[in-house]
């Protein structure tokens, strides 16, 4: 399951003309829909056999009794971001106006919040203005200068990136800060464990064949040149930029390590967002990435 304009699909075209599905002998159908949210009840409702999510949300599913594994996809994270000659740190970011994609318990929210406690003597939701809602909207909001930053997700602000403005924090520098070395990345393939021996032999194909790809979009920017109409740049600077931050996104393999950090952000996680992000009974379940 994909979605429409997601970046799973840079990934997917690239194999595809790479022919590495064929090498790999796996046959990959896409089912693209509209919706994070779609794409889990595809994958709930057993319509799909994987999708990209977060890892919390693949762990609540087991606590509800789902055998739900997960394989990282992508470390980028997203980054506050500033006009230049306007909010230069963290701790300027006390007293003005923060865009934030998504809502009040975004993962990233919640995570520079905990970062931020420090540099502004306590809790950004309270000591700044948030202002919650879609990273496109935003992106415009900052532009017309109604707010004074915005902390949004990796391909929005490789965009505002081309159009000038500043990395004030990168999500991934936050992360490493709150002590989750190496940073575990929050988005990755989630499936089931309980498939037929056939389907579980296609993934571990696919597994392989995603690798490649995201070899082959490390190394070669020919392969980018193929997918700039996906990408929808407006500029070449945009382009570049997007495709910049893609790389620096692709994940090293998950270890034991990563694990840990990862149980770190859970715990932060869980303080700041409580039972309406993680769910009254969930706790840190490290077979998820078995």
């Known amino acids: 399951g994909t979605l429409k304009f997601g970046s799973v699909n840079w990934v997917l075209d690239t194999v595809a003309a790479e022919g590495l599905d064929v090498k790999e002998g796996v046959g990959i159908q896409r089912v693209e829909v509209a919706a994070n949210q779609a794409l889990t009840v595809a994958l709930l409702a057993g319509d799909v056999d994987l999708v990209v999510s977060d890892w919390l949300w693949a762990m609540r599913q087991r606590e509800e009794g789902e055998t739900f594994l997960f394989a990282p996809y992508s470390s980028a994270l997203g980054a506050v971001m500033a006009p230049a000659g306007g909010v230069g740190t963290v701790s300027d970011l006390k007293g003005r106006r923060i865009g934030v994609a998504g809502s009040a318990l975004d993962k990233s929210w919640l995570l520079l919040r905990a970062h931020a406690r420090e540099a502004v003597g306590g809790d950004l939701a309270n000591l700044a ?137 859970f715990g932060i996680l869980r303080e700041l967002g409580g039972a309406a992000l993680v769910g009254e009974r969930t706790r840190f379940d490290a077979a998820l990435f078995s």
């Open 129 to 265: 203005e948030p202002v919650y809602g879609a990273p496109p909207l935003l992106s415009e909001q900052i532009r017309l200068g109604r707010i004074d930053a915005v902390l949004t997700y990796w391909n929005f602000a490789a965009r505002l990136d081309a159009a000038g403005l500043r990395r004030v924090g990168d999500m991934a520098e936050v992360v490493a800060a709150l002590g989750a070395r190496p940073a575990p990345p929050l988005v990755g393939f989630v499936r089931r464990a309980t498939l037929p021996e056939t389907k579980a032999v296609a993934l571990a194909r696919f597994f392989r064949v995603v690798a490649a790809a995201n070899t082959v979009l490390a190394r070669e920017d020919s392969a980018w040149e193929r997918l700039r109409p996906a990408m929808q740049a407006r500029t070449e600077a945009e382009f570049t930029r997007l495709r910049d931050y893609f790389r620096a996104g692709i994940p090293a393999a998950w270890d034991e390590r990563h694990t840990r950090a990862a149980e770190r952000l």
